[in-house]
């Protein structure tokens, strides 16, 4: 079973300044993908940026990139220039690239409060 | 390019009771996944359909069902609603694994 961890339940920042937040992960499988999602409080979750294991580069979306440590299993999303748009609930995702059961399925964390202060 | 669209948006229903829930997947995505999400926690899996067949399912009982219809809609029915199962449902839809999924705005699913 995967499992996914995000050990941040809050961060604040300042508009205009950087922030990282954190995601570990377990996993037996060797090729999957990682995801950050956003949700704000329209509640609709919105995908921020994606990440295949096989990929050692790392994901970058304009302000959004992502460090990923593949045998840490560490998945950390690192958002620049922060906007007051940014404010939402963060969550770090997981889906394995294989058959069975639970094809497809994506395991999330816990997720982190982020808000950007003006 | 539509997104996924879910109905209805709001829902309160008494303990014991049965509740059908609706989604509207992306055009040209095949397949449809629902989470329950409690308040302050992350999407927990219910189940998977893909091309009208279910092929993957979370830790969730028989009284939680679903349907996929031909043109990929889909529904969750809940059966003998329990307290906690107040909660936001999400609806997903995807084309391939890996390039990502569409969400819905969900249901927010009351039970009193």
């Known amino acids: 079973a995967q499992t996914v961890t995000q050990s941040q339940p809050e961060m604040s920042v300042q508009e205009a300044e950087t922030v990282t937040l954190s995601c570990t992960y377990d996993t037996s499988e060797n090729n999957y993908y990682l995801f950050w999602y956003k949700q704000p409080p329209s509640r609709q979750m919105i995908l921020v940026i994606r990440q295949e294991a096989y990929k050692q580069q790392n994901a970058t979306e304009n302000r959004f990139s992502v460090n990923f440590q593949k045998a840490a299993k560490s998945f950390s999303l690192k958002i620049s220039d922060s906007q007051l748009g940014d404010t939402a609930m963060y969550f770090c995702?997981?889906?394995?690239?294989?058959?069975?059961?639970?094809?497809?399925?994506?395991?999330f964390g816990q997720g982190t409060i982020l808000t950007v202060h003006p | 390019e539509t997104g996924v669209t879910q109905s209805p948006t709001h829902l309160i229903k008494t303990r014991g009771q049965q509740v059908t829930l609706r989604c509207s997947s992306q055009s040209g995505h095949n397949t449809v996944s629902w989470y329950q999400q409690a308040l302050g926690q992350g999407p927990q899996f219910i189940f998977q359909?893909?091309?009208?067949?279910?092929?993957g399912r979370g830790n969730f009982p028989p009284r939680f069902s679903g349907l996929q219809f031909p043109n990929y809609s889909s529904e969750l029915n809940v059966n003998a609603l329990e307290l906690d199962d107040s909660a936001l449902y999400l609806c997903?839809?995807?084309?391939?694994?890996?390039?990502?999924?569409?969400f819905g705005s969900g249901t927010r699913l009351t039970v009193v």
């Open positions: 995702a997981f889906v394995a690239n294989a058959g069975g059961t639970s094809y497809g399925k994506l395991t």
């Open positions: 997903a839809s995807s084309l391939r694994i890996g390039y990502g999924y569409t």
């Open positions: 359909y893909y091309r009208e067949e279910e092929n």
